[in-house]
């Protein structure tokens, strides 16, 4: 059996909050037929948010 390592709660919290960011600018990316570059750029603004912390 695999183990997982422990995430302090506030921490799961905050990777919960950004997944969801992330899977909403998917969602609004296939709604709006914008191209590949964009979600990029939201990565990259969501891994700036995470390293501010």
Do not use: C, N, W, Y
Request: avoid cysteine; glycine fraction near 8%.
């Amino acid at each position: 059996m695999a183990r997982t390592a422990s995430i302090p709660s506030a921490d799961a919290q905050e990777l919960g909050r950004l997944l969801l960011a992330v899977m909403q600018g998917i969602e609004f990316l296939a709604k709006t037929d914008m191209d590949g570059s964009a979600l990029l750029q939201i990565g990259q603004a969501a891994l700036k948010q995470l390293s501010r912390h």
